[in-house]
Each structure stands twice: as C-alpha cells, then as structure tokens.
C-alpha cells in the first residue's frame, strides 16, 4: 500500500497560483475557497534575507488530528494510499476538525460540510498526478508513494535538505518543502 505525500521544490516556486487554479476548476470548489494556497515567508536580517515561496494545503498528516476528533467518522484515512480524505454525507458541519488543524487547511463547503485538499485522489487512482502538480509551470511540485525508496518523492528527500510544517505539532505531516 502507498503512503503518498508530496515534495515541493521551494527554490523553483514562483508563486504563480496555477496550482491554486487547477485546483479550483478540477475540484470544482466554490468561488471565495480554497484547498490550496500560496505562502510567503521571509527570513534573515536586512540585507541577507530569504524568500520562500511556498505552496500549501492539507499535509495529509500520518497522525492527523482532525480524524480523531471528528465525532462522526466523515473525517478519516482512506485506505488508498493513506490519504486523509472527508465523506461528505456524513459530516455534521460541526467545525471540529477545523478547529484541531493546526494547518488551517480545511474550510466548511457551501452546502455544509468540510472540505479539503484530497490530493485529487480520483485522478491518483487513474494513475495520474494531482491537478496542482500536473500543472505546474516550475516543475517544483512532486507527488509519490514516500516509503518506495525509488520513487521521486523519495529520491528527492535524499538528495537536498528539506523541511516540513509545523513539526512541533506532532501530526507527522507529509508535504515536504526541499530547501
């Protein structure tokens, strides 16, 4: 079984926003939403500042505390390819998993109940790429099984350093930001 995550090559993204977009149109999410987003964070002190540019969304985390804490069951980890993912009919739009993501990377739907980043895992099931990263211009997004030690994904972590968010947080998340 994959346990998929993703890679994104901080020093390639521009911020374009085409993954927000293909995001947008291949979810069919609602205008003023979104799954994903761009982040900006500098560092350093003038004159040696960095800017990394980053793409974000839910970090399908290995502990993902929004599944716990749902008290129906709508949130949790889909078998294919452990993906943390919201059964829709069953959530009760009680606001729960929002408040225990420490991502903030969920949002509640129009109609009722939350949404969030699925890693287009109906194209992943076709054996295609998530929309953002099919998309990208920069080539800076990429999109794998983490524990197969040939895959891109995991290639890519051996070659450079990286990082993920918020650690301290204790979710295990599996977004990957290569430095």
């Known amino acids: 079984m994959a346990r998929y995550g993703m890679v ?6 521009v911020g374009c926003m085409d993954c927000v977009v293909a995001c947008k149109t291949e979810n069919r999410v ?3 939403f979104n799954r994903d987003w761009i982040a900006y964070d500098t560092k350093g002190k003038f004159p040696t500042l960095r800017t990394e540019i980053r793409t974000e969304r839910c970090n399908h985390c290995d502990d993902p505390p929004c ?3 749902c008290p129906t069951g709508a949130s949790h980890v889909e078998a294919f390819g452990t993906l943390v993912l ?3 009919e ?9 408040a225990s993501c420490p991502y903030d990377a969920r949002f509640v739907h129009p109609e009722g109940y939350a949404d ?3 890693f287009c895992i109906h194209r992943v099931r076709d054996g295609l790429d998530p929309a953002c990263v099919a998309v990208c211009p920069a080539h800076c997004m990429h999109f794998g099984d983490l524990d197969d030690p040939n895959s891109g994904v995991s290639r890519l972590l051996a070659s ?12 295990r998340p599996r977004i990957w930001y290569l430095t």
């Open 86 to 88: 919201v059964t829709h």
């Open 116 to 118: 969030k980043c699925t």
């Open 8 to 13: 994104i090559d901080t020093r390639r993204c």
């Open 90 to 98: 069953e959530c009760i739009g009680c606001k729960a998993c929002l």
């Open 30 to 32: 609602p205008e003023g």
């Open 67 to 69: 599944v716990t804490c």
């Open 160 to 171: 450079r350093p990286h990082h993920a968010l918020l650690t301290a947080a204790g979710t």
